[in-house]
């Protein structure tokens, strides 16, 4: 079982629409959580840190759920700039090795 | 703004060929790291510095070699390449705060192994 786990889409969405993707992590002691956004053929980019009280940002939703082990983020009134891949970042412990990447939710707004 | 700048950005090697990509930071971070991105799989820990003068290995070493010459620039060597190590690869910095782990990325280096 990986480590972190996300549905790699593509979520297709019409412009206007509200979009939630998950993300499952295996290993319990995992203390701090993010999520990225990488757009096609560039570098991923910090979007949001994920608080255990979940928090939001604009039109972005981040919330964590530790019995279950996930994360997620909601994206509310999709604009056609969200198109993009949604990375998933966790850390356990301590170091530089404790980062996790899941492989990432594609996300396709359209017209 | 230059942030994290690697080179080159496209790179075709035959296999067994040797080359390294470099990469500098000008945001006086301590922290650089080197990662490689395959379809399908997340980003992958190559090598890290947490600091001038010390690297460590990560997740998947094997195949390559790392030098931090002085606190701006991490460079990543493949002295005999394979086809294996065909990927996207993106150098990063940090400066380690105990809430918010913000990378800061280069725009990445797309390698063939020919």
Redesign the interface.
């Given at each position: 079982r990986k480590e972190?786990e996300q549905d790699?889409g593509p979520f297709n969405v019409p412009e206007g629409a509200t979009v939630a993707f998950n993300c499952t992590y295996s290993n319990s002691a995992s203390q701090?959580f993010?999520w990225?956004r990488q757009d096609c053929?560039?570098?991923?980019?910090?979007l949001m840190?994920v608080y255990s009280s979940g928090n939001e940002d604009g039109r972005f939703t981040a919330q964590l759920n530790r019995a279950s082990q996930y994360i997620s983020l909601l994206i509310r009134d999709s604009k056609l700039s969200d198109s993009a891949t949604y990375?998933c970042?966790v850390?356990a412990g301590t170091g530089?090795?404790a980062?996790?990447?899941?492989?990432?939710t594609r996300l396709q707004v359209q017209p | 703004n230059a942030g994290v700048t690697q080179t080159p950005k496209f790179q075709v090697l035959k296999t067994g060929q040797s080359m390294t990509l470099q990469c500098a930071q000008d945001m006086n971070h301590n922290s650089m790291y080197w990662y490689r991105q395959d379809p399908g799989m997340g980003l992958r820990l190559i090598y890290y510095s947490a600091s001038e003068g010390t690297t460590d290995k990560g997740e998947v070493p094997n195949g390559y070699n790392v030098s931090r010459l002085n606190k701006r620039e991490f460079s990543l060597r493949l002295e005999s390449a394979a086809p294996s190590q065909t990927s996207v690869y993106f150098c990063a910095s940090s400066e380690l705060r105990a809430t918010n782990e913000k990378l800061f990325f280069g725009s990445g280096t797309q390698l063939s192994v020919l």
């Amino acid at each position: 079982r990986k480590e972190v786990e996300q549905d790699p889409g593509p979520f297709n969405v019409p412009e206007g629409a509200t979009v939630a993707f998950n993300c499952t992590y295996s290993n319990s002691a995992s203390q701090s959580f993010f999520w990225y956004r990488q757009d096609c053929r560039k570098e991923p980019k910090l979007l949001m840190s994920v608080y255990s009280s979940g928090n939001e940002d604009g039109r972005f939703t981040a919330q964590l759920n530790r019995a279950s082990q996930y994360i997620s983020l909601l994206i509310r009134d999709s604009k056609l700039s969200d198109s993009a891949t949604y990375l998933c970042v966790v850390k356990a412990g301590t170091g530089r090795r404790a980062l996790t990447f899941g492989s990432g939710t594609r996300l396709q707004v359209q017209p | 703004n230059a942030g994290v700048t690697q080179t080159p950005k496209f790179q075709v090697l035959k296999t067994g060929q040797s080359m390294t990509l470099q990469c500098a930071q000008d945001m006086n971070h301590n922290s650089m790291y080197w990662y490689r991105q395959d379809p399908g799989m997340g980003l992958r820990l190559i090598y890290y510095s947490a600091s001038e003068g010390t690297t460590d290995k990560g997740e998947v070493p094997n195949g390559y070699n790392v030098s931090r010459l002085n606190k701006r620039e991490f460079s990543l060597r493949l002295e005999s390449a394979a086809p294996s190590q065909t990927s996207v690869y993106f150098c990063a910095s940090s400066e380690l705060r105990a809430t918010n782990e913000k990378l800061f990325f280069g725009s990445g280096t797309q390698l063939s192994v020919l």
